[in-house]
């Protein structure tokens, strides 16, 4: 690859060193990145940090003086934990190098140069549904305007309000794509009952709601794309889509991109149209479209930006329920 030998030092067979005459000639390219140097005098003094900060790095962990191997490697390990692991820091931007400094530091080698504030970004966070709470997600609903509120009183008299208006979006373990939990969004607890009416059309009394049931996140990109690094995101999940009812046009499950910088955000594409697996409705059998992956690209443009990535699923009050189940939420670079 064309290596300057003359910006590496060899001491001996058994030792040898980077200088920053090397990063400096070697690595142009580092836009808002995260440098950790688990090697020995990494950071005794700013020249080698400097040749980093100058390619493009925002912050810079290094050493200062000598340590075992296995030490630093223990260090980076640690780092590298508290960066990613949501538990104690669910926010992305509550998640940042100054914090995870604070919490690795304690050896007295560690050191941290430049930004102690960089957001690590670029992650969805508990895609996977495995933190027990929806950690990380916003629920709402929206109730229907044109549809059925969703109560009825005594025998078929419709009362319109109050909506039933709960947020029913929860995690799930009876239908999980990968480890123990994915995401339910709607009401899902009750079977339709077809015979319990003379027509498809008469509606289960307090059984579904009228409205939209959604789950969403906000997300922001990661900017390197805007410095010719990777040229797209690309957004991939999984989804269970169960119903007992029979139109798309009454229910039906939608994955939306928007933008959460205007108010209210405002859509940027739609992921996913609304969808319906066929061959449900007045039998009371059950309809459903098994585990389905969605890939989806976010065009290079949204790169640095927050997007917000929303799920969710329309019923119609009338008795005949829909869920989707949603699993292993990703976005990472590239297409
Ligand atoms: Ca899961
Ligand atoms: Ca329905």
Redesign the pocket.
Known sequence: MGIPLTNIKFYSQDYWFITPLFIQDNAAHLPHSLVYVSACHSSDNTSMSDAFIAAGAETYFGVVGERFTWTLSAIGEVLFSVLTDTTNFPDPHDRTTGQAFDAASGSGVFNLVNDSNLVVTGGVIDGGFENGGLIGWQRNFEPGAGDLKGRYCGDGELVCTPADDGEYSQPATEQVHSGQESARIGKWGQKYDADKYETCDQSLPKV?QAGDNQIYQDVKLGSGATHGGPTSFSLSFYYDIQTY?DSQD??YFYVRLLDPSTTPASLIDEVMPKTLPPGAGCTGDKATTGWQRKVYTIPKKWAGKTVRILFGVH??G?G???TAYVDDVQITCGP
């Open positions: 579904e009812d009454d229910d019923d119609d009338w005949d329920q829909t």
